[in-house]
């Protein structure tokens, strides 16, 4: 992101902080309570969102080298991602040509040379080609070679691989695509990752990571006492989202020149890659959030941070085991809150839920929403 544009968002956000307010809309919003709750609903969202539109995977910070692989179960076919000896990225199908045993088992593996079926030995290439059957005298002649891993379409681009369901990546993204494009993040290195499959319907994983209404009571001892309370920024990038969440310390810059201001050292920028996507930049290592619903009341929630170099130093791997450990409790926090909602959906308690005005996170993600199961 260009100083300047760095400089009018710090301008912004220390105007919001000295005026006691926050980004919002002109009016609250209400939405039905059965949009978390209806089995037609779900299958809808699941067929129209995660079958027709580029969907977020992984970061290619895990996909470095040839033979590293990662799986992925969030789409409701397993699948293979992995680094081939030219260092292409590529997609298959995680199942066995034989008998369809999942051949990676596992979030991620790396460094290896090939790809062996652990229930009858059927080895592959990391091109996907059938390398080597044992006893390939009982299956027909020439079956090794007209017999490869089944493709899985995917694309690599902003440092993310991405399915590829036909629309046109860029256009999809709009405006967004020159953001990321700005930030570099095929740069980034493995940090750690961690998996989660949070008790609640995945929208209502995707509204707490947008708004920052939730920080004083939820995260009081962990997020709370680092930013002012209920301030941040939102810019509608429809149907993606970015949010700046300013930091206590932006402060300090009041009395520096600008030229020496940088955003990421005084807040969090957080864009939402809609549908199901939180990308997250700041001083530690950068965070993608990739959210799948499993089904109508339990979410695959997976999160990849990466960084410019990979801790090497006894200091360096101190202090990412230490943000492995904030951010892992601060996601334990919401996952807590959010299966409480979910517990209480069918209650009857509430025929509708009510965003507020500076919920803009949550707001602008149904509009999207909404208009996208309309389509």
Known sequence: MKQREQVMLLRRALDLIKRRTTDMVAEPEQRPVDIYTSPARFERERGQLFERYPIVLTSTAFLQRPGDCVTHDGLGVPILLSVDKEGQIRGFLNACRHRGTRLVDGPTSVARSSFTCPFHAWTYGLDGKLLHIPHAYGFAEGHCERTALTPFPVQVKFGMVWTDPGPDLDTFLGPLARELAGWNLSRLRPAYQ????????????????????????????????????????HDDLYPHQRIIVPKNKINEYLDRDPADWNLLSVANVVYLIFPNTVLMLREGPTVLQTIFPSSLDRTLWHTWASTARVPQTEDEVRHTRADRESFETTLEEDFRSVSLIQSGLRSGANQVFTFGRFELGPIRFH????????A
């Open 194 to 233: 961690l998996a989660f499959s949070p008790n609640a319907n995945w929208k209502l994983l995707m509204e707490v990571a947008f708004e920052v209404y939730h920080f004083r009571k939820t995260h009081s001892q962990t997020v709370a006492p680092w930013v002012p309370d209920n301030v941040a920024l």
């Open 367 to 374: 509009r999207a929403l909404d208009d996208f199961l309309a």
